[in-house]
Protein backbone atom coordinates (compact mmCIF):
# COMPACT_ATOMS: atom_id res chain seq x y z
CA UNK A 1 0.00 0.00 0.00
CA UNK A 2 0.91 3.24 -0.95
CA UNK A 3 1.60 6.19 1.98
CA UNK A 4 -1.20 8.26 2.91
CA UNK A 5 -1.09 11.98 0.92
CA UNK A 6 -0.59 14.30 3.37
CA UNK A 7 -2.39 18.03 2.97
CA UNK A 8 -0.59 21.38 4.32
CA UNK A 9 -2.42 22.26 6.33
CA UNK A 10 -3.72 26.10 5.81
CA UNK A 11 -1.92 28.77 7.81
CA UNK A 12 -4.16 30.92 9.66
CA UNK A 13 -3.61 34.49 11.03
CA UNK A 14 -3.01 32.87 14.63
CA UNK A 15 -0.20 30.62 12.73
CA UNK A 16 1.17 33.37 10.66
CA UNK A 17 1.73 35.86 13.33
CA UNK A 18 3.55 33.20 15.30
CA UNK A 19 5.58 32.61 12.65
CA UNK A 20 6.76 36.06 12.50
CA UNK A 21 7.02 36.82 16.58
CA UNK A 22 4.17 39.69 16.21
CA UNK A 23 0.93 40.09 17.21
CA UNK A 24 -2.31 38.86 15.13
CA UNK A 25 -3.23 43.04 15.39
CA UNK A 26 -0.14 43.40 13.56
CA UNK A 27 -0.91 41.08 10.54
CA UNK A 28 -4.45 42.00 10.12
CA UNK A 29 -2.94 45.73 10.03
CA UNK A 30 -0.85 44.61 7.02
CA UNK A 31 -4.30 43.85 5.10
CA UNK A 32 -6.61 46.13 6.91
CA UNK A 33 -4.95 49.42 7.79
CA UNK A 34 -1.51 49.50 6.53
CA UNK A 35 -0.84 52.52 7.54
CA UNK A 36 -0.48 51.40 10.82
CA UNK A 37 3.04 49.60 9.91
CA UNK A 38 6.41 50.20 8.61
CA UNK A 39 7.00 49.43 4.65
CA UNK A 40 9.21 47.11 5.71
CA UNK A 41 7.08 45.46 8.64
CA UNK A 42 4.32 45.39 6.34
CA UNK A 43 6.57 43.55 3.31
CA UNK A 44 7.51 41.19 5.52
CA UNK A 45 4.28 39.94 6.91
CA UNK A 46 3.05 39.58 3.07
CA UNK A 47 5.70 37.73 1.90
CA UNK A 48 5.81 35.67 5.14
CA UNK A 49 1.94 34.98 4.49
CA UNK A 50 2.77 34.06 0.96
CA UNK A 51 5.31 31.43 1.96
CA UNK A 52 2.91 29.73 4.46
CA UNK A 53 -0.28 30.25 2.12
CA UNK A 54 -1.75 32.44 3.71
CA UNK A 55 -5.01 33.63 2.00
CA UNK A 56 -5.18 36.73 4.12
CA UNK A 57 -8.47 37.57 6.36
CA UNK A 58 -11.89 35.79 6.10
CA UNK A 59 -14.19 38.63 4.78
CA UNK A 60 -17.28 37.09 6.00
CA UNK A 61 -15.69 36.96 9.59
CA UNK A 62 -14.30 40.50 8.53
CA UNK A 63 -18.07 41.61 7.82
CA UNK A 64 -19.60 39.99 11.04
CA UNK A 65 -17.31 41.69 13.44
CA UNK A 66 -17.38 45.24 11.86
CA UNK A 67 -21.29 44.49 10.69
CA UNK A 68 -19.86 46.04 7.53
CA UNK A 69 -20.06 44.33 4.05
CA UNK A 70 -17.92 46.92 2.65
CA UNK A 71 -20.29 46.81 -0.94
CA UNK A 72 -22.93 48.64 -2.17
CA UNK A 73 -26.43 47.05 -3.86
CA UNK A 74 -27.69 48.44 -6.64
CA UNK A 75 -31.18 47.27 -7.44
CA UNK A 76 -32.72 47.38 -11.17
CA UNK A 77 -35.86 45.47 -11.46
CA UNK A 78 -34.50 44.45 -14.88
CA UNK A 79 -32.55 41.65 -16.59
CA UNK A 80 -28.85 41.79 -15.28
CA UNK A 81 -28.10 42.01 -19.06
CA UNK A 82 -30.10 45.69 -18.63
CA UNK A 83 -27.38 47.10 -16.88
CA UNK A 84 -24.82 46.64 -19.72
CA UNK A 85 -26.86 47.05 -22.76
CA UNK A 86 -28.75 50.07 -21.80
CA UNK A 87 -26.67 53.69 -22.76
CA UNK A 88 -28.39 55.48 -19.67
CA UNK A 89 -28.47 52.77 -17.32
CA UNK A 90 -24.60 52.36 -18.13
CA UNK A 91 -23.94 55.96 -17.84
CA UNK A 92 -25.51 55.20 -14.52
CA UNK A 93 -23.83 52.74 -13.23
CA UNK A 94 -20.32 53.92 -14.67
CA UNK A 95 -20.94 56.82 -12.27
CA UNK A 96 -22.02 54.80 -9.74
CA UNK A 97 -18.82 52.81 -9.72
CA UNK A 98 -16.76 55.57 -9.59
CA UNK A 99 -18.08 56.96 -6.60
CA UNK A 100 -17.02 53.06 -5.08
CA UNK A 101 -14.24 53.48 -6.47
CA UNK A 102 -13.16 56.62 -4.36
CA UNK A 103 -14.65 55.37 -1.50
CA UNK A 104 -12.58 51.89 -1.48
CA UNK A 105 -16.16 49.82 -1.72
CA UNK A 106 -17.21 47.61 -3.83
CA UNK A 107 -20.36 46.98 -6.02
CA UNK A 108 -22.99 44.40 -5.81
CA UNK A 109 -25.65 44.65 -8.46
CA UNK A 110 -29.05 43.08 -7.43
CA UNK A 111 -31.28 42.26 -10.39
CA UNK A 112 -34.91 41.46 -10.50
CA UNK A 113 -36.39 40.78 -13.68
CA UNK A 114 -40.03 41.87 -14.36
CA UNK A 115 -43.11 40.39 -12.99
CA UNK A 116 -40.91 38.28 -10.78
CA UNK A 117 -42.34 38.71 -7.39
CA UNK A 118 -39.33 36.69 -4.95
CA UNK A 119 -37.37 38.82 -3.04
CA UNK A 120 -34.97 36.65 -1.70
CA UNK A 121 -32.09 38.59 -4.09
CA UNK A 122 -32.60 41.56 -1.76
CA UNK A 123 -32.67 39.74 1.90
CA UNK A 124 -29.27 37.85 0.80
CA UNK A 125 -27.14 41.10 -0.49
CA UNK A 126 -24.28 41.38 2.10
CA UNK A 127 -24.46 45.08 1.32
CA UNK A 128 -24.34 48.07 3.38
CA UNK A 129 -26.86 50.37 1.75
CA UNK A 130 -28.39 50.59 -1.41
CA UNK A 131 -29.46 52.57 -4.85
CA UNK A 132 -32.44 52.11 -6.15
CA UNK A 133 -32.51 52.66 -9.81
CA UNK A 134 -35.53 53.75 -11.84
CA UNK A 135 -38.33 51.00 -10.47
CA UNK A 136 -42.35 51.57 -9.92
CA UNK A 137 -43.43 52.72 -6.79
CA UNK A 138 -45.52 48.90 -6.44
CA UNK A 139 -42.60 47.15 -6.65
CA UNK A 140 -41.99 44.30 -4.18
CA UNK A 141 -38.46 44.07 -4.67
CA UNK A 142 -38.36 48.07 -3.27
CA UNK A 143 -40.52 47.21 -0.38
CA UNK A 144 -37.88 44.93 0.46
CA UNK A 145 -35.06 47.18 0.58
CA UNK A 146 -37.20 49.66 2.36
CA UNK A 147 -37.24 47.23 4.86
CA UNK A 148 -33.92 46.40 5.58
CA UNK A 149 -31.74 49.19 8.53
CA UNK A 150 -29.70 50.34 5.67
CA UNK A 151 -29.45 53.66 4.05
CA UNK A 152 -31.37 53.90 0.56
CA UNK A 153 -30.84 56.28 -2.49
CA UNK A 154 -33.22 56.47 -5.13
CA UNK A 155 -32.25 57.18 -8.99
CA UNK A 156 -35.16 58.92 -10.45
CA UNK A 157 -38.47 57.23 -9.25
CA UNK A 158 -40.31 56.48 -7.59
CA UNK A 159 -40.31 59.37 -4.93
CA UNK A 160 -40.42 57.97 -1.57
CA UNK A 161 -41.27 59.91 1.64
CA UNK A 162 -38.20 59.73 4.05
CA UNK A 163 -36.15 58.49 1.27
CA UNK A 164 -33.07 60.57 -0.76
CA UNK A 165 -33.42 60.54 -4.12
CA UNK A 166 -31.56 61.80 -7.01
CA UNK A 167 -32.97 62.94 -10.38
CA UNK A 168 -34.11 65.41 -12.86
CA UNK A 169 -37.01 67.65 -13.43
CA UNK A 170 -38.40 65.86 -15.30
CA UNK A 171 -41.90 68.09 -16.00
CA UNK A 172 -39.38 70.99 -16.68
CA UNK A 173 -37.30 68.92 -18.86
CA UNK A 174 -40.24 67.94 -20.78
CA UNK A 175 -42.14 71.37 -20.88
CA UNK A 176 -39.21 72.80 -22.41
CA UNK A 177 -39.43 69.94 -25.75
CA UNK A 178 -43.24 70.71 -26.06
CA UNK A 179 -42.73 74.07 -26.11
CA UNK A 180 -40.10 73.89 -28.84
CA UNK A 181 -42.58 71.93 -31.03
CA UNK A 182 -45.80 74.55 -30.40
CA UNK A 183 -43.35 77.23 -31.45
CA UNK A 184 -42.48 74.93 -34.34
CA UNK A 185 -46.54 74.75 -34.93
CA UNK A 186 -46.93 70.86 -34.50
CA UNK A 187 -50.34 69.95 -33.33
CA UNK A 188 -50.91 66.76 -34.16
CA UNK A 189 -48.44 64.80 -32.28
CA UNK A 190 -48.27 61.40 -31.40
CA UNK A 191 -46.04 60.10 -28.09
CA UNK A 192 -43.85 56.57 -27.68
CA UNK A 193 -43.43 55.71 -24.11
CA UNK A 194 -41.58 53.41 -22.09
CA UNK A 195 -43.32 51.11 -19.74
CA UNK A 196 -46.25 52.52 -17.45
CA UNK A 197 -46.70 49.22 -14.46
CA UNK A 198 -45.32 45.71 -14.07
CA UNK A 199 -47.91 44.11 -16.10
CA UNK A 200 -47.43 44.07 -19.81
CA UNK A 201 -48.94 46.52 -22.15
CA UNK A 202 -47.44 46.87 -25.74
CA UNK A 203 -50.51 48.82 -27.00
CA UNK A 204 -52.35 52.46 -26.78
CA UNK A 205 -52.51 53.71 -23.29
CA UNK A 206 -55.49 55.07 -22.51
CA UNK A 207 -55.87 58.69 -20.52
CA UNK A 208 -56.48 56.86 -17.10
CA UNK A 209 -53.51 54.35 -17.77
CA UNK A 210 -51.35 57.52 -18.07
CA UNK A 211 -53.13 58.82 -14.85
CA UNK A 212 -52.33 55.79 -12.99
CA UNK A 213 -48.85 54.77 -14.11
CA UNK A 214 -46.85 53.63 -11.63
CA UNK A 215 -43.72 54.44 -13.39
CA UNK A 216 -43.73 58.15 -11.97
CA UNK A 217 -40.93 59.59 -14.07
CA UNK A 218 -43.02 58.22 -17.39
CA UNK A 219 -46.57 59.71 -15.87
CA UNK A 220 -44.70 63.13 -15.12
CA UNK A 221 -43.42 63.32 -18.27
CA UNK A 222 -47.28 62.33 -19.39
CA UNK A 223 -48.61 64.94 -17.51
CA UNK A 224 -46.38 67.36 -18.64
CA UNK A 225 -47.02 67.20 -22.27
CA UNK A 226 -50.65 67.00 -21.52
CA UNK A 227 -50.89 70.30 -19.70
CA UNK A 228 -48.44 72.42 -22.81
CA UNK A 229 -50.39 71.20 -25.73
CA UNK A 230 -53.65 71.73 -24.25
CA UNK A 231 -52.71 75.20 -23.26
CA UNK A 232 -52.74 75.31 -27.42
CA UNK A 233 -55.81 73.78 -27.94
CA UNK A 234 -54.87 70.25 -27.78
CA UNK A 235 -57.43 67.58 -26.69
CA UNK A 236 -54.67 65.46 -24.95
CA UNK A 237 -57.67 62.58 -25.16
CA UNK A 238 -57.12 62.43 -28.99
CA UNK A 239 -53.41 62.12 -28.39
CA UNK A 240 -52.35 58.90 -29.98
CA UNK A 241 -50.30 57.21 -26.92
CA UNK A 242 -48.44 54.26 -27.65
CA UNK A 243 -46.51 51.94 -24.55
CA UNK A 244 -43.78 49.62 -24.88
CA UNK A 245 -42.73 47.67 -22.07
CA UNK A 246 -39.56 46.67 -23.48
CA UNK A 247 -36.60 49.32 -23.74
CA UNK A 248 -34.98 48.50 -27.43
CA UNK A 249 -34.96 50.24 -30.57
CA UNK A 250 -36.95 47.07 -32.37
CA UNK A 251 -39.42 48.46 -29.73
CA UNK A 252 -39.54 51.93 -30.66
CA UNK A 253 -39.68 51.07 -34.38
CA UNK A 254 -42.62 48.60 -33.75
CA UNK A 255 -43.99 51.14 -31.47
CA UNK A 256 -44.25 54.46 -34.11
CA UNK A 257 -44.99 51.59 -37.12
CA UNK A 258 -48.34 50.93 -34.46
CA UNK A 259 -49.24 54.35 -34.28
CA UNK A 260 -48.39 55.69 -37.80
CA UNK A 261 -50.44 53.03 -38.81
CA UNK A 262 -53.64 54.11 -36.93
CA UNK A 263 -52.59 57.66 -36.91
CA UNK A 264 -50.63 58.77 -40.80
CA UNK A 265 -51.56 62.69 -39.95
CA UNK A 266 -49.12 62.27 -37.27
CA UNK A 267 -46.69 65.15 -38.26
CA UNK A 268 -44.22 64.74 -34.63
CA UNK A 269 -43.36 61.78 -32.61
CA UNK A 270 -42.28 62.34 -29.49
CA UNK A 271 -40.42 60.15 -27.54
CA UNK A 272 -40.02 59.76 -23.51
CA UNK A 273 -36.28 58.23 -24.47
CA UNK A 274 -33.46 58.17 -26.86
CA UNK A 275 -34.05 54.38 -27.10
CA UNK A 276 -37.49 54.77 -28.59
CA UNK A 277 -36.51 57.58 -31.10
CA UNK A 278 -33.87 55.69 -32.53
CA UNK A 279 -36.13 53.34 -33.41
CA UNK A 280 -38.73 55.80 -34.47
CA UNK A 281 -36.35 57.30 -36.99
CA UNK A 282 -35.72 54.00 -38.32
CA UNK A 283 -39.43 53.14 -38.94
CA UNK A 284 -39.69 56.62 -40.56
CA UNK A 285 -36.85 55.73 -43.03
CA UNK A 286 -38.60 52.59 -43.48
CA UNK A 287 -41.91 54.10 -44.85
CA UNK A 288 -39.83 56.26 -46.78
CA UNK A 289 -40.85 59.38 -44.79
CA UNK A 290 -38.46 62.26 -44.57
CA UNK A 291 -37.09 63.63 -41.41
CA UNK A 292 -37.93 66.30 -40.23
CA UNK A 293 -39.60 67.58 -43.66
CA UNK A 294 -42.63 65.13 -43.45
CA UNK A 295 -41.95 63.79 -39.64
CA UNK A 296 -40.44 65.29 -36.63
CA UNK A 297 -38.25 62.95 -33.54
CA UNK A 298 -37.79 63.99 -30.38
CA UNK A 299 -35.98 61.91 -27.83
CA UNK A 300 -35.05 62.03 -24.04
CA UNK A 301 -31.80 61.20 -22.35
CA UNK A 302 -29.23 62.43 -24.55
CA UNK A 303 -27.28 59.51 -25.34
CA UNK A 304 -24.33 59.42 -27.76
CA UNK A 305 -26.22 57.11 -30.58
CA UNK A 306 -28.87 60.83 -30.30
CA UNK A 307 -26.69 62.88 -30.91
CA UNK A 308 -24.80 60.58 -33.95
CA UNK A 309 -28.29 60.72 -35.89
CA UNK A 310 -28.86 64.07 -35.21
CA UNK A 311 -31.96 63.87 -33.36
CA UNK A 312 -33.69 66.74 -30.93
CA UNK A 313 -33.58 65.40 -27.63
CA UNK A 314 -33.58 66.50 -23.45
CA UNK A 315 -29.89 65.89 -22.69
CA UNK A 316 -29.99 64.92 -18.89
CA UNK A 317 -26.42 63.65 -17.04
CA UNK A 318 -26.56 60.26 -16.66
CA UNK A 319 -23.08 59.25 -15.32
CA UNK A 320 -23.33 62.45 -12.84
CA UNK A 321 -26.56 60.69 -11.82
CA UNK A 322 -24.89 57.83 -11.22
CA UNK A 323 -21.75 59.42 -9.20
CA UNK A 324 -24.14 61.62 -7.35
CA UNK A 325 -26.00 59.08 -6.16
CA UNK A 326 -23.30 56.85 -4.71
CA UNK A 327 -21.63 59.77 -3.00
CA UNK A 328 -25.11 60.68 -1.31
CA UNK A 329 -25.58 57.11 0.09
CA UNK A 330 -21.87 56.51 1.29
CA UNK A 331 -21.71 60.18 3.04
CA UNK A 332 -20.62 59.65 6.50
CA UNK A 333 -22.19 62.62 8.43
CA UNK A 334 -25.76 61.95 9.83
CA UNK A 335 -28.70 63.69 8.26
CA UNK A 336 -32.59 64.54 9.70
CA UNK A 337 -34.30 65.30 6.46
CA UNK A 338 -34.05 63.73 2.94
CA UNK A 339 -31.59 65.13 0.54
CA UNK A 340 -33.10 65.32 -3.26
CA UNK A 341 -30.36 66.79 -5.98
CA UNK A 342 -32.05 67.85 -8.62
CA UNK A 343 -30.08 67.24 -11.87
CA UNK A 344 -29.73 69.85 -14.61
CA UNK A 345 -31.46 69.46 -18.30
CA UNK A 346 -30.31 70.82 -21.74
CA UNK A 347 -33.04 70.73 -24.54
CA UNK A 348 -30.80 70.26 -27.38
CA UNK A 349 -32.25 71.20 -31.11
CA UNK A 350 -30.66 69.40 -33.94
CA UNK A 351 -31.98 67.77 -37.25
CA UNK A 352 -34.43 66.17 -36.43
CA UNK A 353 -37.41 68.75 -35.54
CA UNK A 354 -38.63 71.16 -38.40
CA UNK A 355 -42.17 73.17 -38.83
CA UNK A 356 -44.76 70.41 -39.86
CA UNK A 357 -45.49 70.50 -43.47
CA UNK A 358 -48.35 72.16 -44.82
CA UNK A 359 -51.43 70.45 -47.64
CA UNK A 360 -49.58 72.40 -50.31
CA UNK A 361 -46.13 70.96 -49.50
CA UNK A 362 -47.28 67.79 -49.29
CA UNK A 363 -48.69 68.15 -52.76
CA UNK A 364 -46.13 70.28 -54.37
CA UNK A 365 -43.20 69.68 -52.41
CA UNK A 366 -40.84 72.11 -50.76
Known amino acids: MGRPIRTRRQATLASLAA????????????????DQLSPELRRR???????????????VARSLRTRKAGAVGLLLTENLSYAFRDPAAIGVLEGLALACEDAGVGLHLVPASPGREDVAAVHRAGVDGFVVYSVPDDDPHLAAVLQRPVP???VDQPRVEGVDRVGPDDAAAITGMANHLVELGHRQIGVLCMRLARERNDDFASVQRQREAHF????????ALAKAFEAVGVDWSSVPVVERFDHTVDDGASAARQLLDAYPQVTALVCTSDILALGALAEADRRGLRVPAELTVTGFDGIAEAERHGLTTVHQPVLDKGKAAGKLLLASAEHGAPRVITLPTELKVRSTSAPPRTAEQMWFGP
Open 19 to 34: ELGVSRTTVSNAYNRP
Open 45 to 59: VLETARRLGYPGPDP
Open 152 to 154: TVI
Open 216 to 223: HVQRTRLA
